[in-house]
């Protein structure tokens, strides 16, 4: 804990006075009653337990004293706080291979129900984009707090052929920024998109202006990314990642599957699908995201009641003065009533 003002800390020298003050006249009423016969037996009366509770009050008193002074030096801390404004995107795999049924009942599902119990668990006031991909990546749901809208787009995923993962945190990122003229025509189009000089996710000739931000820093959106594999066509996963740590959003990675793949038919095809975890906590770590690895449903719908809370909360260094002066004003105010209680005046 810091102090925006430590010079005003001096104050805190005051509780010692006030303390040698309340010993003094403590003592000259000791000696005031020393005049009366019946001392010793008034004592007897009262017991330990009343002289000790004749002190409570005064202590909560200066002890408030003393916290209302320290709140004039203006104390600073790292709490956790809920976000006031909050996008999240959920850029989903539909490849064929979540199709796979070593996640039960497939991994497709396991997500979309995820997906579905971590959507239902944000505060309403979190948006909620989906950004469903497979061979290239599609808006599905822009940023809504309709929750409505979201179940609906998670329940329309239909597997398709490939893995962009690359495009989908291009496409991700524009939908966070829509007006920094981010160009989504490789995240839409993958390898047949037309090159040219502009470096990836620029918009060429139209580029804004653009001045790179630490990771992690920006605080009004996260992407968390869900995979099973690994990037078969499209952008570069760390290029892309690069992106969006220049731009401070975090990405959340979560990986669906078990570490020894599994071999499917899809359309025809016959491949071995297998989650490319190096790939993912490298974008997580770019990022200052966090990886996660789904081996069954039950792991995933954890991953996401983790997420939910994390992902609304942000540790952030706030001046907790109304902290310490509401402390203060209990203190004062119990000591008050606890006198009156027990000896009918204020102290």
Not at 158 to 180: K, M
Request: overall charge positive.
């Amino acid at each position: 804990m810091t102090f925006l003002w430590p010079h005003m800390l001096w104050l805190l020298l005051a509780v010692p006075s006030l303390v040698a003050l309340y010993l003094f006249l403590l003592r000259r009423k000791k000696k005031a009653a020393l005049r009366y016969a019946s001392l010793n037996l008034l004592k007897e009366a009262l017991g330990p337990g009343q002289r000790i509770r004749r002190h409570v009050p005064p202590i909560l008193f200066l002890l408030g004293i003393a916290a209302l002074l320290a709140a004039t030096a203006r104390p600073v801390a790292i709490v956790m706080l809920p976000m006031q404004q909050h996008t999240i995107i959920l850029a989903m795999d539909v490849s064929g291979s979540m199709r796979a049924t070593d996640v039960l009942p497939s991994r497709l599902v396991a997500a979309q129900e995820a997906g579905k119990t971590f959507v239902a668990e944000l505060p309403t006031s979190v948006k909620v984009g989906i950004v469903a991909f497979a061979g290239t990546a599609s808006v599905v749901q822009p940023p809504t707090h309709s929750r409505d809208d979201i179940v609906a787009a998670i329940d329309r995923f239909q597997a398709q052929r490939g893995t962009a993962i690359g495009s989908a945190i291009i496409l991700s990122l524009a939908t966070i920024f829509p007006e920094a003229g981010i160009d989504v025509s490789d995240a839409i189009y993958g390898r047949n998109a037309p090159r040219s000089a502009a470096p990836l996710g620029t918009a060429g000739t139209d580029k804004k202006a653009f001045t790179p931000v630490p990771p992690g820093s920006y605080t009004s959106a996260v992407i968390v990314l869900l995979t099973d594999g690994q990037r078969t066509t499209g952008p570069d996963s760390m290029e892309a990642a690069k992106m969006a740590a220049e731009r401070g959003v975090r990405i959340f990675t979560v990986g669906v599957g078990t570490p020894q793949g599994a071999v499917l038919n899809f359309e025809g095809w016959s491949f071995h699908a297998r989650l490319d975890e190096d790939t993912l906590k490298a974008i997580s770590n770019l990022t200052q995201g966090e990886y996660f690895r789904a081996g069954t449903a039950t792991d995933l719908k954890k991953i996401y009641q983790s997420l939910s809370s994390r992902l609304v909360f942000e540790k952030r260094q706030t001046e907790i003065t109304a902290f310490f002066s509401a402390a203060a004003a209990v203190l004062i105010l119990l000591s008050g009533v606890l006198s009156v209680l027990w000896f009918n005046r204020v102290l």
